[in-house]
């Protein structure tokens, strides 16, 4: 009976694990799922850095409008949004800084702000050249502005 008993333990470890073929139909699978929901997550992520740096701007803008009710005017071109930190020579009533941290921020992609006065439409225009760093451009590459 011991030799018999030997026989059905090597037959049950022998059965015990996967086959190559087993392995290769779950690593298929996984790399086909892989596939479809990897470009969905990496078009989220990327549209997330858009929107970040859309409330970036909103912010600075709202920033901009404190400034200009302390100050009776928008900062010039030459003292651009580092006004909003630092106080600029001709800046009388100025009770900044006027947005959190040390320096100015940068877009989601690190970029600086570009901030023209008066901007294309009369207005003050705060730019973001996505991430590409040049003008125009679609999806992530695209220019976020404030609506001014």
């Known amino acids: 009976m011991t030799l018999t008993m030997k026989n ?8 015990t694990g996967f086959t190559l073929i087993e392995l290769l139909v ?3 699978i996984l790399t086909l799922l892989a596939g479809l929901v ?3 997550v990496l078009n989220q992520l990327g549209g997330a850095k858009s929107k970040s740096t859309a409330v970036q701007i909103a912010d600075i803008d709202k920033a901009l409008e404190i400034y ?6 928008y900062p010039t071109n030459e003292e651009g949004l580092s006004a909003l930190m630092k106080r600029p020579g001709s800046a009388n009533g100025w009770a900044g ?7 100015v921020p940068t877009d989601a992609w690190g970029h600086a702000f570009r901030y023209a006065n008066p901007g294309p ?4 225009e705060i730019l973001s050249l996505g991430a590409d760093g040049a003008p125009g ?7 976020v502005r404030n609506a001014k």
């Open 121 to 124: 439409n009369g207005g003050i």
């Open 8 to 15: 059905n333990q090597r037959q049950k470890k022998a059965q």
């Open 26 to 28: 779950v690593l298929a």
């Open 38 to 40: 990897g470009p969905r």
């Open 68 to 73: 200009k009710l302390d100050v009776g005017r």
């Open 137 to 143: 451009g679609d999806g992530e590459n695209a220019d």
């Open 97 to 103: 800084p006027y947005l959190k941290g040390d320096e």
